[in-house]
């Protein structure tokens, strides 16, 4: 569907791990599509996020924080995040104000040298510093790469998103209507529930165990009389010793973590929702190309 004067394209979001990229993206959508954690390097795969009004659609692409891959799987996240710089209309070069500058931004500016494709530069988190401060960041931002726009925002708070957002419909072409007005992402809400239970694990989880793990769901099944979903599920990690973490004394961490996913899943799909985990060992799962393929992860698609 094509409408005189309407705008649509393409936006990837690219950044540092941990830089609010999901925040920024749940926040536009209005609706949590992204997982959130502290953890760096939380989301896997390219999210794919659609934000529509009368006049624009804004199909973001959230990717993978840039960071140095350490197995198959890092290598994989590094590929989504680098070609998703590829044939779009606009780039938003999200960074941390309340970090320094590091290897990491250096790398991505780097990339982004080869590109024609207009960059704004979100300056991200400055709620949590001085306005004083934000100045000498754009400069030395700027004194790298020339930005079609630089917006100071803060994607928990929602400070300066509509003027970013109108930023971006500068830059739009017109186009059609790629999506239908009411679709905010493309991916199946299989893979929207999974990544809903990973985020509860990471959350409650230590160090050692959030990057091993993986969710994959056995199971979606709605009831005859259609008043409950029964959902089952397996969490995936690579050493017997991280199952007891997970599990936790008498399953009790196993059973916040399915009882915190399931008040999510239930907003998402708008029912009441049984969901039943299994913790299974699976060693290097991140290092083995047929498993990632089983688990979405398929870098031909990218």
């Keep these: ?109 780097e990339k982004l040298k080869d590109l024609d494709t207009p960059i704004i530069l979100v300056m991200n988190k400055v709620d949590l510093i001085h306005p004083n401060d934000i100045p000498p960041i ?32 500068k830059i739009l072409p017109e186009g059609p209507m790629y999506y239908p007005a009411d679709q905010i992402t493309d991916h199946p809400e299989r893979f929207i529930i999974s990544e809903m239970i990973r985020e509860k694990v990471l959350q409650k ?23 409950m979903v029964d959902i089952h599920a397996t969490i995936l990690i690579e050493r017997d010793s991280q199952k007891g973490i997970i599990i936790g004394k008498r399953g009790a961490l196993l059973k916040e973590i399915g009882s915190e996913a399931r008040t999510d899943i239930e907003m998402l799909l708008g029912t009441k929702v049984y969901l039943n985990l299994w913790v299974k060992v699976q060693k290097d799962w991140r290092n083995k190309a047929g498993q990632l393929r089983e688990l979405g992860f398929r870098d031909d698609e990218y």
């Excluded at 803060?154 to 930023?167: D, F, I, K, R």
């Design 205 to 227: 989880t230590r160090d050692e165990v959030p990057h091993s793990i993986a969710v994959a769901i056995d199971q979606i099944k709605t009831r005859e009389d259609g008043n």
């Design 138 to 169: 754009i400069e030395s931002y700027q004194n790298e790469l020339n930005f079609a726009a630089v917006v100071p925002i803060s994607a928990l708070q929602g400070n300066n998103v509509e003027p970013l957002l109108q930023e971006i419909s």
């Design 1 to 109: 569907m094509f409408k005189e004067g309407f705008k649509s394209g393409f936006v990837s979001i690219i950044g540092r791990p941990n830089v609010g990229k999901s925040t920024f993206l749940n926040r536009v959508i209005g609706q949590k599509i992204a997982i959130m954690s502290d953890k760096p390097q939380t989301t896997r795969n390219k999210i794919q996020g659609v934000y529509t009004t009368d006049d624009v659609q804004t199909i973001f692409i959230d990717t993978p924080g840039i960071h140095k891959p350490k197995h198959k799987l890092g290598d994989f996240m590094m590929k989504v995040a680098t070609n998703a710089l590829r044939e779009v209309d606009a780039i938003l070069f999200m960074i941390n104000v309340t970090e320094p500058k590091g290897k990491g931004d250096e790398f991505i500016i």
